[in-house]
Structures are given as structure tokens and as C-alpha cells.
């Protein structure tokens, strides 16, 4: 029994390397602000211009992102493409395009 909750343990602490499409919003609005549209792409420039923090939204979960300065603000508020690592809740991106 021990070892079955040290491996989930490990597995939960554990960071994955991958590649999620979804939206880039803010910390304030989170999934509320994850269409694309134009009303959204100005609230999540906004909000991150007023000092909100850039998150990822896929699949309606929010994921906060460790390296914000990889996210550019033509991106904010979009659909996007991103790779990087997963541990947690938290994101640490290795590259973020708009997707096509």
C-alpha cells in the first residue's frame, strides 16, 4: 500500500512536457474570457495591461503560466498553440504561437 501512494505521490509532483492548444486570458477573468472574440481579446489586454497576470485556458481549466514573459501581447486574448512543461496547475512554456 505505501508504495502504490509513493508512486502516485511521484506521478502528481511529476512535470510533463507537451503541447496543449487553447486561450490565453488573464488571472481576473480566467475561462470567462476564452472565445476569441474581439470583446475578450480587449478585456484580456486590458486586464493584463492593468496588471493580471496572462493564465491558459484549455478545456475550461486555467493554468497559471511560470514564465509570463514568453506570452506577447498580440497573443493575449487568442487561440492559441503552446509546448511546454505541465507540473501542477502550472505551465512553464517553451514556445506560444497563434493558432491557425
Not at 512535470?15 to 470583446?39: L, M, N, V
Amino acid at each position: 500500500m505505501k508504495k502504490i501512494a509513493l508512486f502516485v505521490t511521484f506521478a502528481a509532483a511529476a512535470a510533463f512536457a507537451g503541447e496543449w492548444t487553447g486561450y490565453i486570458s488573464d488571472s481576473k477573468c480566467g475561462a470567462a474570457h476564452s472565445d476569441g472574440s474581439a470583446k475578450s481579446i480587449a478585456c484580456v489586454k486590458g486586464c493584463v495591461k492593468g496588471g493580471q497576470k496572462p493564465v491558459f485556458v484549455a478545456d475550461g481549466k486555467v493554468l497559471k503560466i511560470a514564465n509570463t514573459d514568453m506570452v506577447k501581447e498580440d497573443v493575449l486574448g487568442k487561440k492559441v498553440n503552446v509546448k511546454g512543461e505541465l507540473s501542477g496547475d502550472t505551465l512553464t512554456l517553451s514556445s506560444v504561437e497563434e493558432a491557425k
